[in-house]
Structure formats: C-alpha cells, structure tokens
C-alpha cells in the first residue's frame, strides 16, 4: 500500500465509523450507569472495535466464504439491527433511570453492560456493515502480509480514537445537559435510522437486483 492509499483508507474509515455518533450512542447506553461502569464500559467496547477489526482483516475472506455470506447480506444485516436501534433512540422517552435505580446503579450485572459494550455499541454502532466491508476488502486488495499489517495498524488505530471518545462521551453529555443530551440522541437516531434504510437498500437491492429495474 502507498502513502495515498494508507491516507485514504484512513479517512475513509473514520468517516465511517463517525466518533461523534458513537459517542452519542454511548451516552445513551452507558448514561445510566456509575461511572466506574462507564469506564469499563470504554474500555470493553475499544477493545471489541478492535478485535473484530482485527478479525475481519485477516480472516474476513474466509469466514465470508465458508459461511458463504455476501456484501449485500452484511448490508442487509446490519441494516436491519441499526434500525432497530435508531428508532429506540428517537421514539424511548427516557434514558434516564428513576432516583431509585440510579441508587442501584452500581450493582448492574457484569453480563448486562458487557452486552451492551460489545452489542450495539461496539457492533453495529461503531463498526456497522460499512466499516466491515471496507476493511474487507482493503485486504483483499492489499493482501501481502506487510499490507494486512498496515491495515491492522490502522485498526488499532481507529480503536484509540473511539477509546478517547467513548471516555470523553461523559463530560461532554454532562455540557450538554439533560435536554441536550436528549435532543442531540433523537437527532442522531434520525440519521442512524436513515443510514439503516440506505444500507438495508443496498443490501435488499443487492440480494434482489430486479426490485432496482
């Protein structure tokens, strides 16, 4: 891979994974809890952003092949779960836990905020059908083994921005304030929830091209 070409897969996938969504979704998700469950929260889901990118790098090829998945069906896929999602965060009325569960907070089961760290915060939240497919195909493009390396350092390196965001997501929605807290998640749910209907588009239209003629 050139320079240009590292440059652009860069820049292509932090447009695609789009921190200041994630962040927002974070919010949403992890608001509810303590803080030191936030922490751990960031720091679970960072990690799972760069294992599966990771993952999907050396072996997205195979595991497609075997499993005999196409684009479209990732497409579909995840357009499908990001609806699900972005209709939850424009039509929920509250994010927000009541003063009774706010005091039990802290005592969240392990399991549930692991859940929500890697489902969907980590996936399809931060890497949807679109980050997949690019790193997909980058290596299959790129496939040498100093590629596969430029393209896990990449990984590696959108996972330390999403870690920082996902630990700054806090103090900025505590700026923001309750209200505007909720108001930027509804905004956002309207783009996820218009993102979800593009990709499930591509992904139907693929799987079924004569619905496009």
Do not use: C
Not at 13 to 32: D, E, R, T, W, Y
Not at 99 to 120: F, R, Y
């Amino acid at each position: 891979m050139s320079t240009q070409e590292i440059v652009l897969f860069s820049t292509s996938m932090l447009a695609i994974i789009n921190p200041l969504a994630a962040a927002v979704l974070f919010v949403s998700l992890a608001g509810k809890f303590d803080k030191s469950v936030q922490r751990r929260m960031a720091n679970q889901s960072a990690l799972a952003v760069l294992t599966l990118l990771l993952v999907f790098a050396w072996l997205g090829n195979s595991i497609l092949g075997l499993m005999g998945l196409t684009t479209p069906m990732l497409q579909a896929a995840g357009g499908l779960i990001l609806l699900t999602y972005g209709l939850r965060m424009v039509s929920v009325e509250d994010v927000k836990l009541t003063q009774a569960e706010k005091a039990s907070a802290g005592q969240v089961t392990e399991e549930h905020w692991k859940a929500l760290a890697v489902v969907p915060l980590a996936i399809p939240g931060t890497v949807g059908a679109g980050a997949i497919t690019t790193v997909i195909i980058q290596a299959s493009t790129f496939n040498t083994a100093r590629d596969l390396l430029v393209i896990s350092g990449v990984s590696l390196g959108m996972s330390l921005i999403m870690w920082l965001t996902f630990h700054s997501a806090g103090p900025i929605a505590r700026r923001l304030g309750p209200i505007g807290t909720n108001i930027i998640t509804r905004v956002m749910g309207i783009l996820v929830t218009a993102t979800a209907f593009g990709l499930l588009g591509k992904g139907v239209g693929g799987l079924l091209p004569g619905l496009l003629k």
